[in-house]
């Protein structure tokens, strides 16, 4: 009897499910209009890498990114919990992609939800962030392509209307077309195999995890006990850790398994970035021939999209055999069209 009264001041008087279910849509961004309006924010913020990011720093990126979402509707002790924090391992004078959202509970919630479970909640919070980042930084390439290629179009036709319809083509905008359409075909498969993995982990894992956790807690007699709480939420935020960053059986979750392709598609995106610079373009001009200006960036791009292409392949060929969850599911959504295991 005790620890149902004890259960119901702490749902009342300190709004237990209130902030558990902030969690669930702060640090496991389940909140869109947020998660996006951060990105932005943090993009903004990649010219200052190099300095150090102090306190203040981390606390106006987060306001601005409240300011800007349905966030600045939310509860005020709920936002103070939340913060934006350099993780101890970081370093010093590490850059804005090594940032990561934190909850901070307070007495006498920081004893009902303990440090461990809190430890869960940022491991997978931080590897979310890692997703929504690639996939921000994926749409940002590709809209720079789709108005690149729009300016290349203009360029031709201006050039085409100079030399008269009977001079020969120009054969470098035909290889600068070539390797903006590689680059933008790679960026578009890049962006389609991270957003289904993260509707995935989004709808399937944690939104079904969380409908399990509120029927375990809700109870046909309104009573419910602190341990029978505490065991439904461990459960809850065991079973989505477990997914994404391994169990304590040694099971790998997406965060091993996608650790590789995170690697090459940050590299996809540097090498595009490169490609498409000021000085690359300048080099190109002032170059005969824009061909062999050309060379060296369209091989680095042309590298990491395949390299990108057979590690999807080998993580589709692993979950397409294993029968855990909804990942047989998942393989069909991003193979729709067979593209990668049609082809070998």
Excluded at 115 to 121: I, L, N, W
Excluded at 246 to 272: E, K, M, N, W, Y
Excluded at 314 to 327: C, F, K, N, P, Q
């Amino acid at each position: 009897m005790v620890n149902e009264r004890l259960m119901s001041v702490l749902k009342t008087r300190f709004d237990l499910m209130g902030h558990v279910e902030a969690i669930r849509r702060y640090l496991l961004f389940e909140k869109g209009d947020f998660a996006l309006a951060l990105m932005e924010v943090l993009d903004n913020q990649e010219s200052h890498a190099g300095k150090s990011i102090m306190a203040h720093d981390l606390s106006a990126v987060l306001s601005s990114a409240v300011r800007s979402s349905n966030a600045q509707h939310e509860s005020p002790e709920r936002l103070a919990a939340l913060a934006l924090v350099l993780p101890e391992e970081a370093g010093h004078g590490c850059g804005w992609d090594e940032v990561a959202l934190s909850y901070n509970l307070s007495a006498p919630l920081s004893y009902v939800v303990p440090k461990h479970t809190m430890e869960k909640y940022f491991a997978v919070s931080r590897f979310l962030l890692k997703l929504k980042r690639i996939e921000y930084a994926l749409h940002s390439v590709w809209h720079h392509q789709m108005t690149g290629s729009r300016s290349q179009l203009r360029s031709e036709d201006l050039l085409k209307r100079r030399s008269g319809a009977g001079a020969p083509p120009d054969r470098s905008l035909a290889a600068v077309r070539k390797a903006a359409r590689e680059s933008t075909i790679a960026c578009s498969e890049m962006i389609q195999f991270f957003q289904q993995v993260q509707r995935y982990l989004s709808l399937n894992v944690i939104e079904g995890a969380w409908a399990k956790f509120l029927k375990a807690t809700s109870g046909n007699s309104g009573e419910l006990g602190i341990d029978l709480w505490n065991a439904a939420h461990s459960k809850y935020i065991g079973s989505i850790h477990d997914v994404v960053c391994g169990g304590r059986d040694g099971g790998r979750g997406f965060q091993h398994s996608l650790a590789s392709i995170l690697g090459t598609t940050a590299q996809f995106i540097t090498a595009v970035k490169e490609l498409n610079s000021e000085n690359a373009l300048a080099a190109r001009r002032a170059a005969p021939d824009a061909r062999t200006g050309l060379a060296e960036h369209t091989a680095r791009v042309h590298a990491t999209a395949t390299r990108f292409r057979d590690q999807v392949k080998d993580i589709l060929r692993v979950m397409s055999r294993t029968t855990a969850g909804e990942l047989p599911f998942l393989v069909v959504t991003i193979d729709f069209n067979e593209a990668y295991t049609g082809s070998g």
